[in-house]
């Protein structure tokens, strides 16, 4: 039986879209897989808690947590269930807010003509 892969899917802006998964192999080691949507032919196999940095890296790129798959020895993806993030990442860090503009025309004046000295 194949292991159960936590599957993550990044969407392009043109319609295309690209996956990484892993699955817990229970002795330490993970195997990752990755391709485009539906077609995981890339595999390699790391410590799981280098897949789980991975994870947390992905969903800072903009991957989201899909479910959980099965993927055969051709890439070939099943999904089998939809579920939110993995509970063992750390929650991703947001992406702080620009910085807010301010309007500095008050301090320099109120001259009509456009011209500050």
Not at 37 to 53: D, F, M, T, V, Y
Request: aromatic letters at 8%.
């Amino acid at each position: 039986m194949s292991p159960l892969y936590r599957l993550y899917r990044y969407d392009h802006g043109d319609g295309t879209a690209k996956e990484w998964a892993y699955a817990d192999l229970g002795n330490g080691t993970a195997q990752i897989r990755w391709g485009p949507a539906g077609r995981l032919r890339q595999c390699q196999s790391k410590p799981l808690r280098i897949a789980l940095e991975r994870a947390r890296e992905k969903t800072l790129k903009g991957y989201v947590a899909i479910g959980q798959a099965d993927i055969d020895a051709t890439g070939a993806v099943a999904l089998l269930s939809r579920e939110g993030p993995d509970p063992r990442l750390p929650p991703a860090v947001p992406t702080p807010d620009p910085k807010p503009t301010r309007d500095i025309t008050a301090l320099l004046g109120g001259d009509d003509d456009g011209f500050y000295f």
